[in-house]
Structure formats: structure tokens, C-alpha cells
């Protein structure tokens, strides 16, 4: 009885009701929304694309196992490598209506991810894939930039954290039925690509259609004080100037230096899981997109009151000295998965995953926001997309260019790529730890002293 009472007054606690009545209107908006604007997400959605392009072109005419590898590693990078231009969205939307730039850039990504699903059965149709992909990607790098702003002017910082948690719950839930419901498609006809992908772009037109009603506080105000703010805090299209956000904040560059350590490792995780799981493992899709996608999509909800409790308490510095380490402990477990050959250890690296994601979701949307001055939100957030999707552009292809390098020297040795995984994924831990012992310390140093 007590457990189910539980389970009721977490489910209650996603109703509009539970938050401030100056909330309620945004927040249910956006909420409802996210029922459905995961639906083509989740089709995308990199560990899933990553399997299905291994797995749906392999033996296909004219197409070399080397570059069907790369063309995973093209997908698994589309996400972070579509952060580089995330700079871009944010200065074509200065001075303008946000919501109604966010819902533009939705319906464009709902129109790429329905192109995703007319690619032919042939090499053309691994290109098209690849950079519909991307371009999907790239559209929704603009929202995931601008959603900041709305977030900071719709809701106070007390419950921000608690409303990114309920929307990051909703999309892992939809991300987790999106995955199951492809792989068990496509464990059964593999022509079902070609409607699933239609299918799950019109489910993302109806959230799109219900977030266009979401209103931004204080819009009109904020137009105006981007349209006449001098060019020292406004944005620029080149994204050489987060130099100039970096270079004003050290302790947000020495943050930046270890997340973007920590985040290659993590980067470099995904490609070569899709290959080995098809390589070594030969899983089929629904298998497969189990344990890249559904089993961390179906962790993060449990998990993410956990992490906001402490993120709500801590700076960000010291959440990701603790949240690092679950990520290492997914490395390591993905590595000797791989060099064991035994399954089961894959499951459990994938519920490691789903640890680390519950919190990196929150930190990922949150984190810039303890660095950040006031009215530069969208600016830090901008640093922080551009810098993952410089990284991300890096690892999947390191990762499968080392796979590649050791595989062709002894066939199997690819696997061994995970060890730099985990390497970097230590240093970028220890980088965050000692970053929290100085935080602490400085915070030591400011408490008045008491004399004797």
C-alpha cells in the first residue's frame, strides 16, 4: 500500500498543479508536448540509427564493411556534430520571437526525419540517410539552444531543475516505446523503415502543434533588449567566439576543458558498440537497440529524482565529480562485455549507462546556468552545444578509425578501443573532482571567521 501510494505521488507530481500557478500555463504546454515530439527523436536517435544503418546495409552492393563503419560512426556523430552551428541558431534568433523560431525549427527536423525513412536500399540510400540524419539534427540543435532562454524567463531557478527532470522523464519513456516498437518492426520486415519513419515525423507534428502555444515571459521586453544591446553580449554566427565567453570565465573554461575530456570518452562509446554487438555479438535489431537505446531510456526516469535532489543542492562542479563515475563504471563494464564475449555484461554496462544519463540530462540542460551572468544564458549554453559538438564530431570517427586500425592489424582486436574510452572518461572524472576540492575550499575560505 505504501508503495503504491509512492508510485501515485510521483505520478502527481508531473500535474501542472504541483508547481506555482504562474507556472502551470508554460510548463503544461511543454509537458504535453513531450509526449509526442520524442516520437521522431526517438527514430534518430543516435545508438538506434546506429544499429539499424549497421544492420539494414550490410552485404548491400558496392558498400565496404570500412565504410558502412564510418557511416555508423556519420550517425552516432550527427547529434553532437550538429551542435557546431549551434551558435548560428542563436544569433538568427536574436531579437526574435523564440517560440516561434523553436516551433519553425521543429517542424523542419519532423520534415528531415520523414526523409530519413524514403532512403533506397542501395549505397545512395546509406548517403541519404547519413545526411538527412544530420540535417534533422542540426534543426534540433537550434531548439535544444533556444530552449534555455524560455526555461530561464518561464520558470524560476528554484524549479528548474524539477520541471527539466519531468520533461527529460517524459522523452527517455517515449525514446524507450520509440526504440522497442522500430527494433520489433524491423526484427519482422526491414521494409517497415520506410513507414516508421513517415509514421513517427507526424507523431512529432502533433507535440509541435501543442508547444506552439507555449508562451515566453517577458518576450517583448527581451526582443527589444537584444535589438538594442551593444555587440559586446550579442551573438555572432562564427563559433571561434566562444573564445570570447571562455576567456572572461576561467573557471567555466577549466569546467569546459574536463567535460569535453570526459564527454569524447562517452562520445566514443556508442559507434563501436553498434558494430561489435553486430560483429561479435550478431544481436538483431530489436536486441540491439535494447541495449543502446530502450534500457537507459527506461532507467532515466527512475533515476533522475535521485540526481535533481543533488544537483538541486550542489553547484554543478561538485554533481559532476559524483555523476562522472557512473559513466566510467559503463566503460569498463562495456569493455569487458566486449572482451568476454559474454552478453549479460552488456546489459548491465547498458543500466550503468541509463545512471549516467539520468544525470548528465539534467547537468547537459542545467549546468551553464551556475556559471552564467544574467540575460547570458543563451550565450554559455551556446559555448557549452558548440564545444560537445566539436567533440562530437571527433568521436565517433577517432573511435572508429582506431576500431578500423586494430581490427585490420589482428581481426578482433578493434574491441580494444574501449580501454581509451575508459581512459578518458577517468581523466575527465579526476578533472571534475579536483575542480570540486578547490570549489570547496574557496567556499571554506569565504565563511567568516570565529574567533576565540
Known sequence: MTSLKGVRGAIASFHPKALPPMLRASYGR????????????????????GNIVRKAFDG????????????????????????????????????????????????????????????????????????????SRACWTGVITLRT?????????????KIAGRLA????????????????????????????????????????????????RGQRRLARSE?????????????????????GDPRYTRFQISMFIFGLGNLMLTAPLAIVLHEKFHVGYALG??????????????????WGRLLARTHVIQFRSIHAWSYVSASLMFLLAAVTGFLPLMFIASALTGLGNAGGVLAWNLGHQDFAPPGRDSQYMGVHVTLTGIRGLMAPFLAVGIYQLLDSGSPGAGIWVF?????????????????????????????PSVRT
Open 227 to 247: 535589438k538594442s544591446g551593444s555587440g559586446e553580449h550579442g551573438l555572432s554566427m562564427n563559433p571561434l567566439s566562444i573564445f570570447r565567453v571562455l576567456a
Open 169 to 216: 522523464t517524459v522523452q527517455s519513456i517515449m525514446f524507450a516505446v520509440v526504440g522497442v516498437g522500430i527494433g520489433q518492426a524491423m526484427d519482422y520486415n526491414e521494409e517497415s523503415f520506410h513507414w516508421l519513419f513517415p509514421l513517427s515525423a507526424m507523431a512529432g507534428l502533433i507535440g509541435v502543434t501543442i508547444y506552439r502555444r507555449v508562451r515566453l
Open 289 to 306: 537497440i535494447l541495449i543502446t537505446t530502450t534500457i537507459p531510456a527506461v532507467l532515466v526516469p527512475t533515476l533522475i529524482p535521485m
Open 60 to 135: 548491400v552492393a558496392g558498400v565496404s564493411i570500412t565504410e558502412l563503419n564510418f557511416a555508423v560512426a556519420a550517425v552516432v556523430a550527427a547529434p553532437s556534430l550538429a551542435n557546431i552551428i549551434s551558435f548560428a541558431w542563436a544569433s538568427l534568433a536574436w531579437g526574435k520571437d523564440k517560440i516561434r523560431f523553436i516551433v519553425g525549427l521543429q517542424v523542419a527536423t519532423a520534415i528531415c526525419v520523414c526523409l530519413v525513412g524514403m532512403a533506397p536500399e542501395n549505397r545512395f540510400g546509406l548517403y541519404w540517410i547519413v545526411a538527412w540524419v544530420i540535417l
Open 30 to 49: 511543454e509537458l504535453l508536448s513531450w509526449w509526442f515530439l520524442p516520437f521522431m527523436l526517438g527514430a534518430i536517435e543516435a545508438g538506434a540509427m
Open 149 to 161: 532562454t524560455v526555461w530561464a524567463n518561464n520558470y524560476p531557478r528554484a524549479d528548474r531543475t
Open 419 to 447: 580501454i581509451v574510452c575508459l581512459v578518458l572518461n577517468v581523466v575527465g572524472a579526476v578533472g571534475f573532482w579536483r575542480m570540486a576540492t578547490d570549489l570547496h575550499q574557496e567556499q571554506i575560505d569565504a565563511l
